[in-house]
């Protein structure tokens, strides 16, 4: 069926964001992170987090700050706006979890055959 990561993606697409810009502001949901952490978590290089980051503290979404306990550590921290578009992407995830389920199971299969048939395995529609 339709995987979390294209569920996911499609979803923060609608808010402009990309899934790995989705997924860490999902975690900072949870309170602040030092980047390492953060990076971590994503399964991403540090040098990765940081683009992440700059983009969407740029949109202010997260802001960086020092660490309580060790000024060399920055955390990351929702702002609330990041917060209400976390928000947002998980209602898009939930109305289309609910589309779903309305869906018989030869419906659903159906509609997974079709899917398939659209994309190729990196996502992005055949020609």
């Known amino acids: 069926m339709v995987s979390l990561y294209a569920d996911l993606t499609t979803a923060a697409a609608a808010h402009g964001l990309t899934y790995s810009q989705a997924k860490a502001l999902n975690v900072l949901r ?17 040098s990765n987090i940081t683009g992440i980051i700059d983009r969407l503290e740029a949109r202010g979404l997260v802001h960086r700050e020092a660490s309580p306990t060790d000024r060399r550590v920055k955390n990351v921290v929702l702002s609330e706006e990041g917060a209400a578009v976390v928000v947002r992407v998980r209602d898009g995830m939930h109305a289309t979890h609910q589309a779903l389920g309305a869906l018989s199971d030869a419906e659903r299969a159906t509609l997974d055959g079709l899917l398939s048939r ?10």
Request: a negative charge.
């Open 30 to 46: 949870q309170g602040p992170v030092p980047m390492r952490s953060l990076a971590d978590t994503l399964r991403c290089d540090a």
């Open 118 to 127: 659209l994309f190729q395995t990196d996502g992005h529609p055949t020609a």
